[in-house]
């Protein structure tokens, strides 16, 4: 699985609400990238903006992400109404995959940005 990636932007999510983040695993040679052999490990690590140290939230395969069963170069990360309730302003993310013969890729970064709802009065 030489030279993963993918490509990511810039996201806004409502606080609160539940929202599936779909990403797709490419390699640079254009061959197929398989997620779903055994032994390989999928994990989104969620931290404040610049603060890599500071993790707020990990996921990993079977805890929030899932491996499409159709093209399993797809993964999807949801992040429930529970783990974005309390987020506020800009947070950085992370995906890291581990291969089964233990190398480690971290094809993509990016940024969530949670906004508060307003309630009204």
């Given at each position: 699985?030489?030279?993963?990636y993918t490509t990511a932007e810039e996201m806004?999510?409502?606080?609160?609400?539940?929202?599936?983040?779909?990403?797709?695993?490419?390699?640079?040679?254009?061959?197929?990238?398989?997620?779903?052999?055994?032994?390989?490990?999928?994990?989104?690590?969620?931290?404040?903006?610049?603060?890599?140290?500071?993790?707020?939230?990990?996921?990993?395969?079977?805890?929030?992400?899932?491996?499409?069963?159709?093209?399993?170069?797809?993964?999807?990360?949801?992040?429930?109404?529970?783990?974005?309730?309390?987020?506020?302003?800009?947070?950085?993310?992370?995906?890291?995959?581990?291969t089964p013969l233990g190398d480690i890729y971290?094809?993509?970064?990016?940024?969530?940005i949670f906004v508060q709802i307003n309630q009204?009065?």
């Amino acid at each position: 699985m030489a030279d993963l990636y993918t490509t990511a932007e810039e996201m806004r999510i409502i606080a609160g609400d539940t929202k599936m983040l779909p990403f797709s695993v490419g390699r640079m040679d254009g061959k197929t990238v398989d997620l779903s052999l055994s032994g390989t490990a999928i994990k989104f690590f969620l931290y404040p903006y610049d603060q890599p140290e500071v993790n707020v939230l990990t996921l990993s395969t079977g805890n929030g992400i899932t491996v499409s069963s159709d093209d399993t170069s797809w993964f999807d990360v949801v992040l429930t109404a529970a783990h974005t309730k309390d987020l506020a302003g800009p947070y950085q993310y992370q995906i890291e995959i581990t291969t089964p013969l233990g190398d480690i890729y971290r094809p993509v970064t990016g940024t969530l940005i949670f906004v508060q709802i307003n309630q009204g009065s």
